[in-house]
């Protein structure tokens, strides 16, 4: 290729660039099709995964949520975004939270409390807009909960005064039937009823061969079971 | 009843004041429109939608930024080289609006009638260059010097193929003998005259672009290298210099250079048509309504390059200039002039 | 703030010739906040000097302060283009220490999901690099075909850019039928792009003038610093992690390793344009062979205690090679973390590869071995 040759295909080249170009141009121009987003005018579909502040989660059983302040959201939280506070309630053997004040603006959005929570109670919120005027983003989790508080812990207190009886009713013909293995198995039925209640750590199982069962081991330490899920907690023997 | 609208404003004492408000005001608005023309075109050439808020399509877009410029605090840095400073902006802004003055809008409408319009045009071309160093050399930065040094050699280097393609039109214009009924007498055809090159076009239907495609080509890509734009927009290349000879300047004095840099573009693209497309011929329309849509015609193909083609590097821009442009319209020029000998 | 200019970017001294230019950090063509002093003679780069260290987060000593869960978010920051690929890597790696089983769905998963990453990433760097080339329209382009990759990751993830979406044993979020069905649909659209792009930008005078010949980096260079991933491979060293060392599946999948010789910025351009096509085969074949099943192990333990020893794990970034380094001490905080990040190694190349091109080259080199500068900085 020659001189001449060269300063033509470059020429070419260029022609084939501009034909680009204005085939795009023409899409847009005389097609009226572009790809902008006019976000104040129209709102992009939120994806279903989509993740704003958290927040705790209304269940339509019992009408509010269902934390009960085992602070395992303010553990893992990597941005030490999560200040709760709480207990036990008058009247009810059910933990409640009081406080539940999350930093918005220190979370990352990682989604490690969502995790963390044993009653499941968090989800993210879909607030798309997260703009501010300030950086005071503060969000107090509880406040739309507060007026349906006492409440709840009014029907609380009943569910679980019916629920004793009939444990009651249940441990005594337990009793009557068989003799000490049911009465264990009525000591577990009363153990997932505390079970949201627990709030203490896990044991650390990781020394625990797998072959090792869970119900001695939550026996062993029932109190410290930071997760009280009846599920085994598996022995992961660590690899070395 | 005067010929020519400079013959109307030689009886006037205020002649002076009211061709120029004229050309401002006319610049003025055909910066803001060619502004708002070059955000509508790259939007569309990229998908988007480009200004649409203020005013009916974002046309007042412009102005608003305008207005924005001017109330910006003018901001001189401590080791500037002060007159300097402070006169290339104005420089720059000045010889453009003389450059206009001399287009030939109609047979009728041109405010400066000059029997050398073209090497006038070509003159205050020059000068731009001029504004351009000194702006690069008072800002006292480093890119703004680079920007300045590489905009002096391209456009010194990009004005001989220029030159030598207008020539050709010239050459064309002047050995070819038109004659042409000027002002009720005849008149043979002087090349360096711009309305007579129009004339000479109109009188035989036939545009210089035919006769003359190589120079037409040579003259658009020189145009663009002159005018700074993209892909040889290498004194202001901004990912390269950050913003080139202009870097130090803010608010009015960065937009008088903006203003320079767009009616610069205007002016290159109505010489085209003046040597090329046959000005203000055309059907049906008014001339100087053909002209300027010829000549937006021409600027559209300017931003259209613009917002297709990377930059290229300093050294092959000269190497282009050097290698490829300069020998092919030396050629351009002698082949017309062995025709137009032979013939 | 004087004390800050090293004395290298004062001028005065030497011949008078040579002076010296303070590119960045902030300069419209650093990536981040990537500093280069530069020694021009003229427009000739004599010396360069990248400076780093503006964009440091001590990612690494926050890892020795928190658990190894609490590190997942950090991630993704490390190197914000590639985040969903340094997030998967960095769970794959404790998997592999602790054992931990991945389900087969979350494995393809996770194949998507990285490669989807991959060509955001490649599609973000080709259009920087052009815009650091002067072409502004092939940015928004290829940003266009990028936001489509973002908003099909953001279905699963939720986030655009810092993922979070892996989790020790599987991922946050399974997949839909709408999700592989829009995947599979923008693999058709960005094979038609990529033709499109071939035609406006790889074939372009202009493009090819600025590119050829222009910063190479040899075998041997590549070799001697640790130059990683695409520069690599553009410089002819067929060595891609996820075929070097098959981590996370990836030896289910046909795909080729591709390489150039020239080393040039060119080679580098093709080589991951080539990487776009392969990303596409890839995810091509896990859409595939998806199969169903839970995303998550159902247990899983509360806290992953790194045994004691020391462990090091490395995946294919969209920049080369990043690697973990994990020193554990018997606790679910590691004593130590260190990343091995791509960028840096290969910047270090670029004072040789810079040193005798023109200053507008040093553009062009510099954004085309594609640094990203918190990842250098980590």
């Given at each position: ?240 | ?11 006037s004492v205020l002649a002076m004041p009211i061709a120029a408000g004229l050309i401002m005001g006319a610049l003025t608005i055909n910066v803001l429109m060619l502004v708002w023309a070059e955000r509508k075109v790259s939007a569309w050439i990229q998908r988007r939608m480009g200004p649409t808020e203020v005013g009916p399509f974002g046309l007042l877009q412009t102005l608003a930024d305008m207005l924005k410029l001017i109330s910006k605090q003018l901001i001189t840095p401590s080791n500037v080289d002060k007159p300097l400073f402070h006169l290339a902006p104005l420089l720059a802004f000045a010889p453009v609006i003389a450059a206009v003055a001399l287009m030939p809008f109609s047979k ?212 282009f200039c050097w290698k490829v442009m300069i020998p092919l319209s030396i050629l351009n020029l002698l082949a017309t002039a062995f025709v137009v000998a032979v013939l | 703030m004087t004390n800050a200019v090293p004395p290298e970017a004062t001028p005065g001294g030497g011949d008078g010739e040579v002076y010296s230019l303070n590119m960045g950090p902030q300069h419209p063509s650093m990536h981040g906040v990537l500093r280069l002093l530069l020694d021009l003679k003229g427009e000739e780069v004599v010396k360069a000097k990248p400076v780093v260290g503006y964009s440091h987060r001590a990612h690494e000593k926050m890892a020795e302060n ?313």
């Amino acid at each position: 290729m020659g001189y001449f040759g060269k300063v033509l295909s470059g020429f070419g080249s260029l022609l084939t660039g501009m034909r680009i170009t204005f085939s795009q141009f023409a899409k847009t121009f005389f097609g009226r099709k572009n790809v902008t987003l006019q976000y104040p005018k129209e709102q992009p579909k939120l994806a279903p995964a989509f993740r704003s502040a958290i927040k705790l989660i209304r269940f339509e059983e019992t009408g509010t949520h269902d934390c009960v302040a085992c602070k395992a959201c303010e553990r893992i939280c990597p941005s030490y975004c999560i200040k709760l506070s709480g207990g036990k309630v008058e009247g009810i053997k059910k933990k409640r939270v009081a406080e539940f004040e999350m930093d918005f603006s220190l979370c990352s959005l990682c989604g490690l409390c969502i995790d963390a929570c044993p009653t499941d109670t968090l989800e993210y919120s879909k607030v798309y807009e997260e703009a501010g005027y300030n950086r005071d983003w503060r969000v107090d989790l509880v406040a739309e909960f507060r007026e349906y508080e006492a409440e709840f812990v009014e029907k609380q207190r009943v569910i679980e005064e019916k629920a004793a009886t009939a444990k009651k009713a249940k441990a005594e013909a337990a009793k009557k039937a068989k003799e000490a293995k049911k009465a264990k198995e009525a000591e577990k039925a009363k153990e997932a009823e505390a079970e949201a209640a627990d709030t203490a750590e896990k044991p650390d199982t990781a020394e625990k061969p797998p072959a090792l069962e869970a119900k001695p081991a939550k026996a062993d330490a029932p109190a410290k079971a930071e997760v009280p899920t009846a599920e085994v907690p598996t022995a992961e023997a660590p690899k070395s | 009843m005067p010929e020519t609208l400079s013959q109307l404003l030689d009886d006037s004492v205020l002649a002076m004041p009211i061709a120029a408000g004229l050309i401002m005001g006319a610049l003025t608005i055909n910066v803001l429109m060619l502004v708002w023309a070059e955000r509508k075109v790259s939007a569309w050439i990229q998908r988007r939608m480009g200004p649409t808020e203020v005013g009916p399509f974002g046309l007042l877009q412009t102005l608003a930024d305008m207005l924005k410029l001017i109330s910006k605090q003018l901001i001189t840095p401590s080791n500037v080289d002060k007159p300097l400073f402070h006169l290339a902006p104005l420089l720059a802004f000045a010889p453009v609006i003389a450059a206009v003055a001399l287009m030939p809008f109609s047979k009728s409408l041109i405010l400066v009638q000059n029997d050398f319009g073209l090497l006038f045009v070509f003159a205050f071309g020059g000068i731009a260059v001029i504004a351009i160093f000194m702006a690069g050399w008072g800002s006292n930065n480093k890119y703004a010097l680079l920007g300045a040094i590489r905009s002096v050699a391209q456009s010194i280097s990009y004005e001989i193929p220029l030159i030598l393609s207008a020539l050709s039109v010239v050459l064309v214009v002047n050995a070819m003998g038109f004659t042409l009924a000027s002002g009720g007498s005849i008149v043979v055809a002087n090349g360096l005259d711009l309305s007579h090159i129009v004339m000479a076009q109109d009188q035989h239907g036939l545009w210089f672009v035919l006769v003359q495609p190589i120079a037409a080509i040579i003259y658009f890509i020189s145009a663009l290298a002159e005018t700074n734009r993209a892909p040889f927009d290498i004194p202001e290349a901004e990912s390269e210099l950050v913003a080139g000879f202009h870097t130090e300047y803010s608010g009015m004095r960065f937009s008088m250079f903006f203003f320079a840099e767009y009616t610069n573009m205007l002016i290159v693209s109505m010489l085209a048509v003046v040597l090329f497309f046959g000005g203000w011929d055309g059907p049906v329309l008014p001339g100087p309504l053909w002209f300027f849509l010829k000549s937006y015609m021409v600027i559209f193909v300017m931003m259209w390059v613009r917002w297709t083609f990377p930059r290229l590097r300093f050294d092959q821009l000269m190497t282009f200039c050097w290698k490829v442009m300069i020998p092919l319209s030396i050629l351009n020029l002698l082949a017309t002039a062995f025709v137009v000998a032979v013939l | 703030m004087t004390n800050a200019v090293p004395p290298e970017a004062t001028p005065g001294g030497g011949d008078g010739e040579v002076y010296s230019l303070n590119m960045g950090p902030q300069h419209p063509s650093m990536h981040g906040v990537l500093r280069l002093l530069l020694d021009l003679k003229g427009e000739e780069v004599v010396k360069a000097k990248p400076v780093v260290g503006y964009s440091h987060r001590a990612h690494e000593k926050m890892a020795e302060n928190r658990n190894t869960l609490q590190f997942l978010p950090n991630t993704s920051r490390i190197d914000y283009l590639s985040g969903m690929i340094y997030n998967l890597g960095y769970c794959q790696a404790i998997e592999k220490i602790l054992g931990i089983e991945v389900s087969e769905r979350a494995v393809y998963i996770r194949v998507i999901a990285n490669e989807l990453n991959r060509i955001s990433s490649h599609l973000l760097w080709f259009g920087t690099f052009l815009l650091d080339l002067g072409g502004i329209t092939p940015f928004l382009y290829s940003f266009d075909d990028r936001e489509e990759i973002l908003d099909i990751l953001d279905q699963v993830t939720g986030s655009r850019l810092t993922y979070c979406y892996g989790r020790f044993g599987g991922v946050t979020m399974d997949v839909d039928e709408d999700f592989l069905a829009r995947t599979t649909a923008f693999l058709a659209r960005i094979r038609e792009r990529l033709g499109m792009y071939d035609d406006l930008v790889a074939k372009n005078v202009i493009l090819r003038e600025r590119c050829i010949n222009v910063g190479v980096i040899s075998t041997e260079m590549a070799k001697s610093y640790g130059v990683t991933g695409p520069s690599l491979r553009a410089s002819g060293v067929v060595y891609d992690v996820r075929r070097a060392e098959p981590y996370g599946g990836y030896e289910k999948f046909d795909f080729d390793v591709p390489v150039l010789h020239e080393g040039d910025t060119m080679a580098r351009f093709h080589i991951r344009i080539s990487e776009i096509e392969e990303s596409c085969k890839i995810i091509e074949q896990a859409i595939k062979g998806i199969p169903e099943g839970a995303i998550l192990p159902k247990k899983m333990p509360k806290r992953f205690k790194i045994p004691e020893g020391e462990y090091y794990f490395a995946v294919e970034s969209a920049r080369g090679h990043f690697g973990m380094y994990i020193v554990g001490d018997g606790t679910d905080v590691p004593a130590k973390l260190k990343l091995r990040t791509p960028s840096f190694s290969n910047l270090s190349a670029m004072p040789e590869a810079l040193a005798g091109t023109m200053l507008a080259d040093t553009i062009a080199i510099v954004g085309s071995i594609d640094v990203v500068m918190p990842e250098i900085d980590r």
